[in-house]
């Protein structure tokens, strides 16, 4: 595998349902991104993590939970979600952020009923 | 703060004509980066340059050419000779040195080519 890979690539789920999304990058960077992309809205950056450390939470609601366990993954938690989280979830990395260049993953197709 | 406006939001073109994507920024810093990625249906991001605000210098890389002003505060994209492979969502983006992480993107603009 190369790149950045994110599964799955789609996932439907109730709102009283638990599932989580992974990422990996195959680039040995050292930060990674989690974004939201819904239809009509520009993309939303959700964190950022740098060696492991979180870096940046912005305002994201708490039934999203990231979890960074080595530079390489990322996942993120999910649970209660509302049906206006449905949308495309997209994984990121960077060699050194802040300025580095952002690579993206194919992302997950999230539908919430 | 940081803002990135691509004001067209469909263009659809014929193949082989050549198409100019506009982007116009707003930030306050001195130094910062620019890029442009390309999003086909399959909804990945896909990185197609990244340029500093020292470096004015217009670039092509096969039929894309890309084209800084800082005086007008753009970086426009031109892609000559259009295929149908090249419909996509282009996304124009921002982001200052040091400090916030946040790399900030327009909104977008779809482009379609026809056959």
């Known amino acids: 595998e190369t790149g950045v890979t994110q599964t799955p690539r789609h996932l439907v789920m109730g709102m009283t349902n638990k599932k989580s999304l992974k990422c990996e990058q195959h680039l040995g960077h050292n930060a990674m991104y989690w974004y939201k992309q819904s239809a009509k809205k520009p993309l939303e950056l959700m964190f950022v993590y740098n060696f492991k450390e979180q870096t940046e939470n912005n305002s994201v609601p708490s039934r999203f939970s990231p979890e960074c366990p080595n530079s390489s993954h990322l996942f993120l938690h999910l649970h209660t979600l509302q049906p206006e989280d449905s949308a495309l979830y997209l994984c990121?990395?960077?060699?050194?952020?802040?300025?580095?260049?952002?690579?993206f993953g194919p992302g997950t197709r999230l539908t919430v009923l | 703060a940081q803002k990135v406006t691509q004001a067209q939001t469909e263009i659809s073109v014929v193949e082989k004509e050549d198409v100019t994507l506009d982007c116009v920024y707003e930030?306050?810093?001195?130094?910062?980066?620019l890029f442009w990625y390309k999003q086909p249906p399959s909804g990945e991001l896909v990185f197609l340059i990244r340029r500093n605000s020292f470096d004015e210098q217009n670039e092509i890389s096969g039929r894309y050419s890309w084209n800084f002003q800082k005086s007008t505060s753009s970086f426009n994209f031109t892609i000559t000779a259009s295929q149908v492979v090249d419909s996509a969502v282009y996304f124009c983006a921002l982001i200052r040195q040091g400090g916030s992480e946040k790399l900030v993107f327009g909104k977008g603009t779809k482009l379609t080519v026809n056959p």
């Open positions: 990121a990395s960077s060699q050194d952020p802040p300025s580095d260049t952002q690579y």
């Open positions: 930030t306050r810093d001195t130094t910062y980066y």
